[in-house]
Structures are given as structure tokens and as C-alpha cells.
């Protein structure tokens, strides 16, 4: 990771609060399982980048997974919020890392594809939906299908759950992350589609190996 910062700085590119919060995102990243998987995994610019997209879809995959258990059993409202955030960090910190450190191609892998982008944050928006589903039913004592009912309420901005006193910051913070989301994943997508029309993401044998052929230069 040192090496990862040691670029960011070194590049000259962002500086100020940017700078500041680009480091921060890096230094997060230790925390990240998802990162230290990375870490054991072929490289991107590898040939055989397809194990290791194949191993991010399927940790995705096992979030989804968790969070499905937690819904239908019930480890308690402490354990169950511990794990809970600790995906909801997760996610947050890799759509912020895409988003914010995605420029620096020396530190992000170019996406494999704007598909599969797409799925993973849809996955994304349905793994807040079920934690936020755990949450109301922990702390404001809803039934499952109804906590979920009601994140999917405020997720569209379209209704909330009564909460009592303070636990009102859990659907505060719902409305925030949900609101964040947004524009992380509108900032996410306009950005890929940006890399990919440029032609950066891909080199020649990726793009053959979609079907997808690399701009070719006219001269003129």
C-alpha cells in the first residue's frame, strides 16, 4: 500500500482536500478483505485477469450471502450491525476508491467491462437494501419483510419507518448512504463508459476476447 500512496503523491495530479481524501481512501483499504484478496490474486494486466474477476464476483456473491443469513436468522442487534457495516464499509469504500482513485490507472485495474460494472452495483443496491432491512428489524423491531419493505420505501424516497427517540439516526443514515450511492455509482458509470470510449480500459487481445475491436486511427 505504501507503494500505492508513494504514487498518488508522487504524481502531482490531485492535491489539497483531494489529495487528503485519496490518501485516506488508501489507508482504509488495509481494512478491506476485498483488498488483501486482491492481493493473492493474478494481476489485472495478467492474462489470467479472468480468475481474478471471477474471485471478486464470488466474494461479492458471499456478502450477499451473509447478509441473506443475517436477515433470516438472528445473531443479535450487535453482531448483526457489526458485520452488517462492516459490508455497507465495504462497499462504500470500493465505489469511493473507483470513483476517486479510478484515474490512476498505476493503482486501480481498468474495469474488465461496463456489464459487468453494472451488475456488481446493482448488487450493491440490493446488499444496502438488506442491511438496512436488519437494521429496522434489530432496532426498530420490524418484521423481516417489512424492514426490508421500508428500506426499499426509503431507498425511493418514497416513505420511511417510525423510529422512536434517537434510533431515528439509523433511517437518517439510510437516507445519506442511499443518497451517496447515487452519485457514487452515477459518478462510477459515466466514468467507465468515459474510459471505455477513450479505449483505455482494454488493450487489443481484451477487447478481442469480448468481441469488442480497439478504435483504429485514420490518418488524416
Known amino acids: 500500500m505504501g507503494k500505492e500512496i508513494k504514487t498518488l503523491w508522487d504524481k502531482g495530479r490531485v492535491h489539497g482536500l483531494e489529495l487528503i481524501v485519496d490518501t485516506l481512501l488508501l489507508v482504509f483499504t488495509y481494512l478491506s478483505i476485498s483488498f488483501w484478496l486482491r492481493t493473492v490474486l493474478p494481476s489485472p494486466h495478467n492474462k489470467r485477469r479472468i ?17 441473506s ?25 470500493s465505489l469511493l476508491n473507483i470513483v476517486f482513485i479510478g484515474k490512476f490507472r498505476e493503482i486501480n485495474a481498468p474495469p474488465a467491462s461496463v456489464e ?27 418484521s423481516r419483510l417489512d424492514g426490508i419493505f421500508k428500506a426499499i420505501l426509503v431507498l425511493g424516497t418514497v416513505g420511511y419507518p417510525d423510529a422512536p427517540g434517537s434510533l431515528v439516526l439509523i433511517v437518517a443514515l439510510q437516507v445519506f448512504l442511499d443518497v451517496l450511492l447515487f452519485v457514487l455509482v452515477l459518478s462510477s458509470f459515466v466514468g467507465q463508459l ?9 488493450s487489443g487481445a481484451e477487447a478481442s476476447n469480448t468481441g469488442l475491436k480497439p478504435p483504429q486511427r485514420t490518418r488524416g
Open 116 to 142: 459487468r460494472s453494472i451488475l456488481l452495483l446493482l448488487l450493491n443496491i440490493v446488499q444496502v437494501i438488506l442491511t438496512f432491512g436488519i437494521l429496522y428489524r434489530d432496532w426498530l423491531g420490524l
Open 194 to 202: 468515459g474510459l471505455f470510449s477513450n479505449g483505455n480500459p482494454r
Open 51 to 67: 480468475v481474478r474477476d471471477n474471485a471478486i464476483d464470488a466474494y461479492c456473491f458471499a456478502q450477499l450471502v451473509v447478509l
Open 69 to 93: 443469513l443475517l436477515l433470516v436468522g438472528q445473531c443479535g442487534p450487535i453482531v448483526d450491525s457489526l458485520i452488517a457495516g462492516y459490508i455497507i464499509f465495504e462497499i462504500y469504500l
